[in-house]
């Protein structure tokens, strides 16, 4: 029965695949994953419930697959940003990148913003912002090394640069009455202040044992 309906819809399987994951990024995106079925995906993509279930196994899978590729786009932005110009150059562009990331592609940002746990197809669950602020981290921590500070510490300014973004880019995305480009500087103006003058090892002045 699928091996016909693939032939009848003129779409190899591999095309077929891509169009269930377009239909259910857009799908997860206006109605979030509890809200979304298999029946509304495969209505939206004009093929039976078994063929969803062929290529994915079911919901779960297509979202575990969605997720990924936005966080694998998200991520390959930010790395691309960060590896060259001056420090602050590169918080700005790391900034800049993520949220040209959420003006060019709102579906995706609608699914990952969402922060709905997950099993990611890494195995595992998580929260959609912890996974991506963790792949950040890992990014970070390679720049870090490279300046003298310890890498360990990567993923706090990791998930305070993702976070901090993503609640803009929820706001910007409501809003839009600044381009994108001068939230970005005001981001990166905002961070730059505190990573300008960061210690090789921050104490609290209130902790003298730390």
């Known amino acids: 029965m699928s091996d016909r309906e693939e032939r009848s819809g003129r779409l190899t399987a591999a095309a077929r695949r891509a169009q269930l994951i377009e239909v259910g990024r857009s ?49 390959k932005r930010i790395a691309e940003s960060v590896s060259s110009g001056s420090p602050r150059e590169r918080v700005e562009r790391a900034a800049l990148a993520f949220l040209n990331y959420v003006k060019e592609n709102p579906d995706g940002f609608a699914v990952l913003s969402r922060g709905v746990p997950v099993v990611s197809a890494r195995g595992g669950m ?22 003298g500070y310890d890498p360990k510490v990567a993923p706090v300014y990791a998930h305070a640069l993702v976070g901090m973004v993503t609640f803009v880019g929820q706001w910007w995305t409501e809003s839009r009455k600044l381009p994108v480009e001068k939230v970005a500087s005001h981001i990166a103006a905002l961070a730059w202040m505190g990573l300008r003058h960061l210690p090789k090892r921050p104490r609290l002045l209130s902790d003298k044992h730390l």
């Open 126 to 147: 998580s929260s959609l912002l912890n996974d991506l602020a963790e792949r950040v981290g890992d990014v970070f921590a390679a720049t870090f090394k490279q300046a």
């Open 27 to 75: 799908l997860f995106a206006k109605r979030g994953y509890d809200a979304t079925s298999v029946e509304e995906i495969a209505e939206r993509a004009k093929v039976s419930k078994p063929i969803v279930y062929e290529h994915f196994g079911g919901k779960e899978g297509l979202y575990a697959v969605v997720v990924d590729r936005e966080t694998d786009y998200v991520v």
